[in-house]
């Protein structure tokens, strides 16, 4: 039994009326009338309840009444109000359970999804986030009066400086993405203030899109870098591409294709060879926690998602929080505020202030300090786990990834062979905490691509991996199980991958056609983009 | 056994095996280079029990002043608005707190539907048909905003209000200096019937080369600025509107408030071209600073140079009605050097809350709320107005927050107010560092303050600037 019997977004069968299929059975019939409860959930709140109908009641006006005009004149006023809903409060909670009840979560099944480290939200980081304290603290509060929180942004700099091997931290950016657009301004600024106007940024042709894109908002150019056999950079190209007018090597160590690269330190040595800095994104290091560090790889730029590798709820699409470490040499560039530590005379209780006093800053990536509350949920892990429970996790995380290829590389499938005949490991032999593997002879034998395996996957109760991606390898599936899952979870997805390849080896439409069980089948995203819908249309016009 | 994970020591000898390697440190051996091997434990402190985790993550917060602990009128950017119980209720919903960006449609119509319903709440609010699903908050959704601006027209200069939020300044020169672009800074007209915009220098700012030209509704100092003014002396040379490349218009941006958004005439309707702004006044808590979201809604003509996710209808191989992200072509995943934006995430919780949290106002109670905080904020503008020391930094309309000026120095007087259990607003030299904002405060109204609230605010105020030198170079004067 697969986990889609555990799983609630199929405990519900009025939703379509399908059955999950396992095995060799043919491809289940189905009927294309929704249910009730399925038309139902289709609706938006918008085309919920009435004219006149309402959740809030507002304060009573206790101030004297002023002529509202007088107030705020007529011109500056709206000529009719903003259609929001008009609901109940029943039935805005009906309306969004409801809906909730049409997403998979991590809380419900595994999540393998690459690169995206979907580890286990430990719920304790919920309830110390809400405390009052944290939750209802206003940003422009003075220092001395949040203390609190300024400690425990110095402590989390601390923490992050420790872990990257980089001394100097700042807290501000809001995700991955902005970390690494901090940290290209801040390779910019450094050369800028030795008078060096330098044009390119090195990516290797595995990096996430947010490297290059990135790289083009802070006004320089990308040039690719090729992979080599092994699935690292390769040296020659690196060579013959580095010179002074490169800025950065925007890295991912260990990379996109779960490989940690060997050659490290020659990059490291070539990259500062030519005057140019070397940023790390630092999307997979839940690999290397306690283990390995990027400032001692020769790193001079880290950015964290605190999202992936210290567990925040992914909130399903955000909000992340993207710290960056740096080396001495970046230091004097950070983003202001900094959060410092002055302590008083001997014996005195230190305190904590937001540092503006940086000249050479680049400024301000946002308002405020950053996501604090995110902050409190990623310092609340690093104590919980301690510096042995850190590299703990790195070590099972990496474990998990290799138990899970060892696993789905051996099983056997019944008309002979093994997963890895048409799921092979795109390079290496090992890996770390993720691998990546090519549906290239899949597609080719069993004639279904990597897309209707994740579909597939779907109607086993599985979240699928990331799939084609990265570009360079084909039909890509790539496998982060992380460390919080059990060797039974494990087992029991390797399972499912073989059993669909065994569907498709007796016939290949039950997966092309996938899913069945879900509360929508394929969507039709070509003719979403040709003519966008993307707000509801409402029946009532302005006014 | 380590927190969180489940590996047992039979279990790891089975999967050791499987593996082929004799210890899991021998997978990492056989891939990590000796030399960059940290070779030492962490300096960090030992891991904790949950309950010492809790006790010490609670003792941090008993060590800030909440706007629970005091009688708080801080805003400039951030509100105390009640956040309804049905806020928390849905967010913390596993199935809306754990998953990751919806890749897979099938299994994400809930999020996928959220962002639908947020992007159409949005638009309604902005009198603007494109939103997106959310960035990542105001100040940075305005550089987003900017950068749109140069992809569209391909000019080098930002033209800003003064009136915008000086975060938002100091955010926009940051990124133009990536962009490539250059900010020029339009004041607001001075004296007490100013506050507001400089229209005719603004006007005499925009030239051929301007991009974007931004300003705030209601501006920094809480001041209502005369968008439609301001949007048409932008196009000048009367092209009609939408930032046609063609034209000689910049894209107009507008930085709004949403909760006044619901009595203001809307961004689309005064003739803007992007509407972006904070978004926490809507649903999210204040959490020192975020997260929270930014907003992002513009003409249809921009849609697909637009950053961030956006979720689109269609129908599934049934014919069902579904939501899918669309219009991915913009994006990094897709297209890399050549991407709108390097924006990857949305800030797809934070724009749950504020879509639960407007269908909780909803259509008339939206409105309510902005008359009620019409009526409190210019009683207590009035009031603290009318003390002895006291003035109105200008006369225009304000929406929930104001600018006082103070004869005696504002860090003094608030250090007295806030010993008496009131947090009187912000010190606005102390935010933005900027000479014209010396003796500014800036005091800040929401519905959780009632009048006697307010009253108490005036006679805290009253005392304390009484008590304050009046020569904030320290002179002594008699009580």
Same mark, same amino acid.
């Given at each position: 039994?697969?986990?889609?019997?555990?799983?609630?977004?199929?405990?519900?069968?009025?939703?379509?009326?399908?059955?999950?299929?396992?095995?060799?059975?043919?491809?289940?019939?189905?009927?294309?009338?929704?249910?009730?409860?399925?038309?139902?959930?289709?609706?938006?709140?918008?085309?919920?309840?009435?004219?006149?109908?309402?959740?809030?009641?507002?304060?009573?006006?206790?101030?004297?009444?002023?002529?509202?005009?007088?107030?705020?004149?007529?011109?500056?006023?709206?000529?009719?109000?903003?259609?929001?809903?008009?609901?109940?409060?029943?039935?805005?909670?009906?309306?969004?359970?409801?809906?909730?009840?049409?997403?998979?979560?991590?809380?419900?099944?595994?999540?393998?999804?690459?690169?995206?480290?979907?580890?286990?939200?430990?719920?304790?980081?919920?309830?110390?986030?809400?405390?009052?304290?944290?939750?209802?603290?206003?940003?422009?509060?003075?220092? #001395?009066?949040?203390?609190?929180?300024?400690?425990?942004?110095?402590?989390?700099?601390?923490?992050?400086?420790?872990?990257?091997?980089?001394?100097?931290?700042?807290?501000?950016?809001?995700?991955?993405?902005?970390?690494?657009?901090?940290?290209?301004?801040?390779?910019? $600024?450094?050369?800028?203030?030795?008078?060096?106007?330098?044009?390119?940024?090195?990516?290797?042709?595995?990096?996430?899109?947010?490297?290059?894109?990135?790289? !083009?908002?802070?006004?320089?150019?990308?040039?690719?870098?090729?992979?080599?056999?092994?699935?690292?950079?390769?040296?020659?190209?690196? %060579?013959? &591409?580095?010179?002074?007018?490169?800025?950065?090597?925007?890295?991912?160590?260990?990379?996109?294709?779960?490989?940690?690269?060997?050659?490290?330190?020659?990059?490291?040595?070539?990259?500062?060879?030519?005057?140019? !800095?070397?940023?790390?994104?630092?999307?997979?290091?839940?690999?290397?926690?306690?283990?390995?560090?990027?400032?001692?790889?020769?790193?001079?730029?880290?950015?964290?998602?605190?999202? &992936?590798?210290?567990?925040?709820?992914?909130?399903?699409?955000?909000?992340?929080?993207?710290?960056?470490?740096?080396?001495?040499?970046?230091?004097?560039?950070?983003?202001?505020?900094?959060?410092?530590? #002055?302590?008083?005379?001997?014996?005195?209780?230190?305190?904590?202030?937001?540092?503006?006093?940086?000249? &050479?800053?680049?400024? %301000?990536?946002?308002?405020?300090?950053?996501?604090?509350?995110?902050?409190?949920?990623?310092?609340?892990?690093?104590?919980?786990?301690?510096?042995?429970?850190?590299?703990?996790?790195?070590?099972?995380?990496?474990?998990?990834?290799?138990?899970?290829?060892?696993?789905?590389?051996?099983?056997?499938?019944?008309?002979?062979?093994?997963?890895?005949?048409?799921?092979?490991?795109?390079?290496?032999?090992?890996?770390?905490?993720?691998?990546?593997?090519?549906?290239?002879?899949?597609?080719? #034998?069993?004639?279904?691509?990597?897309?209707?395996?994740?579909?597939?996957?779907?109607?086993?109760?599985?979240?699928?991996?990331?799939?084609?991606?990265?570009?360079?390898?084909?039909?890509?599936?790539?496998?982060?199980?992380?460390?919080?899952?059990?060797?039974?979870?494990?087992?029991?997805?390797?399972?499912?991958?073989?059993?669909?390849?065994?569907?498709?080896?007796?016939?290949?439409?039950?997966?092309?056609?996938?899913?069945?069980?879900?509360?929508?089948?394929?969507?039709?995203?070509? $003719?979403?983009?040709?003519?966008?819908?993307?707000?509801?249309?409402?029946?009532?016009?302005?006014? | 056994?380590?927190?969180?994970?489940?590996?047992?020591?039979?279990?790891?000898?089975?999967?050791?095996?499987?593996?082929?390697?004799?210890?899991?440190?021998?997978?990492?051996?056989?891939?990590?280079?000796?030399?960059?091997?940290?070779?030492?434990?962490?300096?960090?402190?030992?891991?904790?029990?949950?309950?010492?985790?809790?006790?010490?993550?609670?003792?941090?917060?008993?060590?800030?002043?909440?706007?629970?602990?005091?009688?708080?009128?801080?805003?400039?950017?951030?509100?105390?608005?009640?956040?309804?119980?049905?806020?928390?209720?849905?967010?913390?919903?596993?199935?809306?707190?754990?998953?990751?960006?919806?890749?897979?449609?099938?299994?994400?119509?809930?999020?996928?539907?959220?962002?639908?319903?947020?992007?159409?709440?949005?638009?309604?609010?902005?009198?603007?048909?494109?939103?997106?699903?959310?960035?990542?908050?105001?100040?940075?959704?305005?550089?987003?905003?900017?950068?749109?601006?140069?992809?569209?027209?391909?000019?080098?200069?930002?033209?800003?209000?003064?009136?915008?939020?000086?975060? !938002?300044?100091?955010?926009?020169?940051?990124?133009?200096?990536?962009?490539?672009?250059?900010?020029?800074?339009?004041?607001?007209?001075?004296?007490?019937?100013?506050?507001?915009?400089?229209?005719?220098?603004?006007?005499?700012?925009?030239?051929?080369?301007?991009?974007? $030209?931004?300003?705030?509704?209601?501006?920094?100092?809480?001041?209502?600025?005369?968008?439609?003014?301001?949007?048409?002396?932008?196009?000048?040379?009367?092209?009609?509107?939408?930032?046609?490349?063609?034209?000689?218009?910049?894209?107009?941006?507008?930085?709004?408030?949403?909760?006044?958004?619901?009595?203001?005439?809307?961004?689309?309707?005064?003739?803007?071209?992007?509407?972006?702004? #904070?978004?926490?006044?809507?649903?999210?808590?204040?959490?020192?600073?975020?997260?929270?979201?930014?907003?992002?809604?513009?003409?249809?003509?921009?849609?697909?140079?637009?950053?961030?996710?956006?979720?689109?209808?269609?129908?599934?191989?049934?014919?069902?009605?579904?939501?899918?992200?669309?219009?991915?072509?913009?994006?990094?995943?897709?297209?890399?050097?050549?991407?709108?934006?390097?924006?990857?995430?949305?800030?797809?919780?934070?724009?749950?809350?504020?879509?639960?949290?407007?269908?909780?106002?909803?259509?008339?109670?939206?409105?309510?709320?902005?008359?009620?905080?019409?009526?409190?904020?210019?009683?207590?503008?009035?009031?603290?107005?009318?003390?002895?020391?006291?003035?109105?930094?200008?006369?225009?309309?304000?929406?929930?927050?104001?600018?006082?000026?103070?004869?005696?120095?504002?860090?003094?007087?608030?250090?007295?107010?806030?010993?008496?259990?009131?947090?009187?607003?912000?010190?606005?030299?102390?935010?933005?560092?900027?000479?014209?904002?010396?003796?500014?405060?800036?005091?800040?109204?929401?519905?959780?303050?009632?009048?006697?609230?307010?009253?108490?605010?005036?006679? !805290?105020?009253?005392?304390?600037?009484?008590?304050?030198?009046?020569?904030?170079?320290?002179?002594?004067?008699?009580?």
């Amino acid at each position: 039994v697969s986990a889609i019997d555990e799983n609630h977004l199929h405990a519900d069968p009025g939703i379509d009326g399908h059955h999950p299929h396992h095995g060799l059975s043919a491809p289940p019939t189905h009927g294309s009338a929704a249910s009730p409860l399925q038309r139902e959930r289709a609706r938006t709140i918008f085309q919920k309840g009435a004219r006149g109908r309402r959740a809030f009641v507002c304060p009573a006006l206790d101030v004297p009444s002023v002529d509202a005009d007088e107030l705020l004149p007529a011109r500056f006023r709206r000529s009719a109000a903003a259609r929001l809903p008009e609901v109940s409060e029943p039935e805005i909670v009906r309306h969004y359970v409801g809906i909730s009840k049409r997403n998979f979560d991590l809380d419900s099944g595994f999540y393998p999804l690459g690169s995206c480290t979907m580890k286990h939200n430990p719920r304790l980081h919920e309830r110390v986030a809400a405390l009052p304290g944290h939750a209802r603290l206003h940003p422009l509060q003075d220092d #001395e009066r949040a203390q609190g929180a300024l400690e425990l942004m110095f402590n989390l700099q601390q923490a992050l400086a420790e872990i990257a091997g980089l001394a100097h931290v700042s807290l501000q950016p809001s995700a991955g993405s902005h970390g690494e657009l901090a940290g290209v301004l801040l390779t910019r $600024a450094y050369h800028e203030d030795r008078g060096e106007t330098r044009r390119k940024v090195l990516t290797p042709d595995t990096a996430h899109g947010t490297n290059p894109a990135t790289v !083009t908002m802070a006004g320089l150019q990308v040039v690719k870098l090729a992979t080599n056999a092994d699935g690292g950079i390769d040296l020659d190209d690196l %060579r013959a &591409k580095a010179d002074d007018d490169v800025a950065c090597l925007m890295l991912t160590n260990p990379n996109t294709l779960g490989l940690f690269d060997p050659n490290i330190t020659e990059i490291a040595r070539i990259v500062h060879g030519v005057g140019a !800095t070397l940023y790390y994104d630092g999307a997979n290091l839940n690999a290397v926690m306690g283990l390995s560090r990027p400032g001692d790889m020769g790193f001079d730029i880290v950015h964290f998602n605190l999202h &992936k590798s210290f567990t925040q709820p992914h909130g399903g699409g955000g909000p992340g929080s993207g710290p960056i470490a740096v080396s001495d040499r970046v230091a004097p560039y950070l983003p202001v505020p900094v959060v410092v530590r #002055e302590d008083g005379p001997s014996g005195a209780t230190p305190t904590f202030a937001l540092d503006y006093d940086r000249p &050479k800053s680049i400024g %301000r990536l946002r308002g405020f300090h950053g996501n604090y509350g995110c902050f409190v949920r990623s310092y609340a892990y690093i104590r919980s786990l301690g510096a042995d429970g850190l590299k703990d996790a790195s070590e099972i995380a990496v474990l998990n990834a290799n138990y899970l290829l060892a696993r789905l590389r051996e099983h056997p499938l019944p008309g002979g062979g093994t997963v890895a005949d048409y799921l092979p490991l795109a390079y290496g032999q090992l890996c770390m905490h993720e691998f990546v593997l090519s549906g290239g002879p899949m597609r080719r #034998e069993l004639k279904i691509k990597t897309l209707d395996l994740a579909k597939r996957l779907l109607d086993y109760g599985f979240h699928p991996p990331t799939v084609y991606f990265p570009l360079l390898v084909d039909e890509a599936l790539m496998v982060e199980p992380t460390e919080t899952e059990t060797i039974q979870t494990l087992d029991a997805f390797a399972d499912a991958i073989a059993a669909i390849l065994a569907e498709a080896a007796e016939d290949p439409e039950i997966a092309l056609s996938a899913p069945y069980t879900t509360p929508v089948r394929r969507l039709d995203e070509v $003719a979403a983009a040709k003519q966008p819908v993307i707000r509801e249309q409402l029946a009532e016009p302005v006014g | 056994l380590s927190r969180y994970t489940a590996i047992t020591p039979a279990d790891l000898a089975a999967m050791l095996d499987a593996i082929g390697v004799d210890s899991v440190q021998e997978i990492f051996d056989r891939q990590i280079p000796e030399e960059v091997r940290l070779g030492r434990g962490l300096q960090l402190p030992d891991g904790q029990t949950e309950q010492d985790v809790f006790a010490h993550l609670s003792q941090l917060a008993a060590r800030n002043t909440s706007v629970e602990d005091e009688l708080s009128f801080l805003g400039a950017g951030m509100y105390d608005h009640y956040v309804p119980a049905i806020v928390d209720m849905l967010t913390e919903r596993s199935e809306f707190l754990t998953p990751y960006t919806p890749y897979q449609p099938e299994i994400s119509q809930g999020g996928l539907q959220v962002m639908f319903e947020y992007q159409t709440a949005i638009s309604e609010l902005t009198g603007l048909p494109a939103s997106n699903a959310s960035t990542y908050e105001g100040p940075s959704a305005v550089g987003a905003a900017a950068y749109m601006a140069k992809l569209h027209n391909g000019r080098s200069r930002i033209v800003v209000s003064a009136g915008l939020h000086p975060h !938002t300044l100091q955010t926009l020169r940051t990124l133009a200096h990536g962009y490539g672009m250059e900010v020029v800074e339009v004041p607001l007209v001075g004296g007490p019937a100013g506050g507001a915009t400089d229209l005719d220098a603004w006007a005499r700012a925009i030239e051929d080369e301007t991009s974007a $030209a931004i300003f705030a509704q209601p501006n920094f100092y809480g001041v209502v600025e005369d968008a439609a003014a301001l949007s048409a002396a932008a196009r000048s040379d009367g092209d009609g509107g939408g930032g046609s490349v063609g034209g000689r218009s910049p894209v107009v941006i507008c930085q709004a408030d949403p909760i006044a958004l619901g009595i203001l005439a809307s961004p689309g309707d005064c003739g803007v071209d992007v509407a972006v702004g #904070e978004g926490q006044p809507l649903g999210n808590r204040l959490d020192f600073g975020g997260p929270s979201f930014g907003f992002f809604a513009a003409r249809e003509e921009y849609l697909r140079r637009m950053p961030g996710r956006i979720a689109g209808e269609t129908v599934d191989v049934d014919g069902r009605r579904g939501f899918v992200l669309t219009l991915q072509t913009r994006e990094q995943h897709i297209r890399r050097e050549k991407a709108t934006s390097n924006i990857c995430t949305a800030q797809a919780l934070n724009a749950l809350a504020g879509v639960v949290y407007l269908s909780w106002l909803g259509r008339e109670g939206i409105v309510e709320l902005g008359e009620l905080l019409l009526a409190r904020t210019h009683y207590a503008r009035e009031r603290l107005a009318a003390l002895d020391g006291v003035h109105k930094l200008h006369d225009q309309p304000v929406v929930r927050e104001f600018a006082l000026r103070l004869d005696a120095d504002v860090a003094d007087v608030r250090r007295r107010c806030v010993a008496s259990g009131v947090n009187p607003g912000v010190d606005v030299h102390a935010l933005s560092g900027r000479e014209i904002d010396r003796g500014v405060l800036l005091v800040a109204i929401t519905e959780r303050r009632s009048r006697a609230d307010i009253d108490r605010l005036v006679d !805290t105020l009253a005392a304390a600037v009484a008590a304050t030198d009046r020569q904030p170079a320290g002179e002594a004067v008699a009580a």
